[in-house]
């Protein structure tokens, strides 16, 4: 177990690096083994482990859970923060709810401590129960040993490896009682009213067989510009749904009858202008162009993002925008463009007609307008993500990237 766990890190961290990894912890019997195992490792190389606990404040004694688990990290030699859940919780959906929770938790406060890589305790247990739970109707997905942060835009830069998605969970406890261990049992897993739980409890009964991880290739993809996306018409719907939720900003990606009706317009050899999912496709003879949609009557969503001296923020999911010393509001540059100076407008013919709109533009106290992706020395700095969150979600970043 021990030889295989530093197999995959070693293949996927970055020889040499001191930035902290971290480390999703519950104190359940997965993240003990995971936190144990990434402790030895880095230890040995130098680089300190941060154990990450969320407090969904779901359960009334989740309070002495999460004080538990922050002592045992501490204990075994790891730095331990506390996350919690606050706010309204919905009625319905909970599970869901509280994984996208603890997802943004996780990766904003891994980014905070200067994390890279987010370790998570998930096991081929897990993999067994997505599948189980698929035959009976739901959608959810398999876990990967490697991707970036489902969180967004909290997990920009921050990719999540779980490296031990082969191994069996009731193995891991084996090796755990060896250790003289002990973890907690959280009553939620046996609460049959989830479906994970009753997966749970299906695949008990059963001698279940673990197939090992598809493994995919990285794509061949060509890039045009910063602002937009084109790829090849044979472009698989993998590759389809992620240039649509890049460029366009968003959190979901299309799925479905829609995506498999769009990748089959374009290897078709189809002229056409289409938008999905937020963005809107041009497919003519150089491919397809994905670029985020600006949309008539309100309907674009790009909504204006308020930031005060200094602050930094993601605007439409696609800017990291940083304001200079007083404050600013960051809008779609639709509509804004006769107001830009005479250097920015200059600048903004080199930019194709549909990306000018969707581009930044910062409108000051006095409603002056500039865009910091036109100004060439502006004090408002601006980092597109499209391009790289691209090649985060279609595996063209396949190791921790330099800080």
């Known amino acids: 177990m021990t030889e295989d766990f530093e197999a995959v890190l070693e293949r996927r961290l970055r020889p040499g690096a001191t930035t902290p990894l971290a480390v999703g912890f519950s104190g359940g019997g997965d993240s003990l083994a995971l936190l144990r195992l990434a402790l030895a490792w880095a230890v040995a190389r130098g680089r300190p482990v941060l154990a990450l606990t969320v407090d969904h404040g779901l359960n009334p004694a989740s309070a002495g859970w999460t004080a ?40 904003a406060a891994a980014r905070e401590a200067g994390a890279r890589v987010l370790l998570l305790g998930h096991t081929a247990d897990d993999r067994l129960e997505a599948a189980r739970m698929r035959a009976e109707g739901s959608t959810t997905s398999d ?37 003289g261990e002990t973890w907690l049992e959280d009553p939620a897993n046996d609460d049959l009213r989830f479906a994970r739980a009753r997966a749970r409890a299906a695949l008990a009964r059963e001698d279940a067989v ?25 472009a698989s719907a993998v590759q389809v749904a992620a240039a649509c939720l890049c460029a366009a900003g968003t959190t979901t990606p299309p799925r479905g009858e829609r995506l498999e009706r769009l990748v089959s317009r374009l290897r078709s050899g189809e002229t056409f202008t289409a938008t999905l999912a937020g963005a809107r496709i041009v497919a003519d003879e150089a491919g397809a162009l994905f670029v985020r949609e600006a949309g008539e009557g309100g309907r674009s969503g790009l909504s204006p993002l308020v930031l005060a001296a200094g602050e930094t923020g993601v605007w439409d999911g696609r800017y990291e925008v940083t304001a200079s010393d007083a404050p600013t509001t960051i809008r779609p540059l639709g509509g804004l463009a006769s107001r830009l100076p005479a250097d920015e407008s200059q600048a903004l013919k080199a930019f194709a007609a549909s990306v000018r709109p969707v581009l930044p533009a910062a409108v000051d106290a006095l409603g002056g307008v500039s865009s910091p992706i036109l100004a060439g020395d502006g004090t408002i700095r601006a980092r597109v993500l499209i391009r790289e969150r691209f090649e985060a979600a279609t595996g063209l970043i396949d190791q921790e990237p330099a800080t």
């Open 68 to 107: 538990d688990a922050l002592a045992k990290a501490r204990a075994l030699g790891a730095d331990a923060r506390a996350l919690r859940w606050t706010g309204d919780k919905p009625s319905t959906g909970v599970p869901a709810a509280a994984r996208a929770a603890r997802h943004a938790l996780l990766a």
């Open 143 to 179: 876990p990967r040993s490697w991707g970036p942060s489902p969180a967004w835009p909290e997990g920009r830069g921050v990719f999540v490896l779980r490296p031990l998605l082969d191994a069996r969970r009731q193995a891991l406890r084996d090796w755990l009682s060896e250790q």
């Open 210 to 234: 673990v197939a090992s991880e598809a493994r995919v290739s990285a794509p061949t993809v060509a890039f045009e510009g910063e602002h937009a996306l084109r790829l090849p018409r044979a």
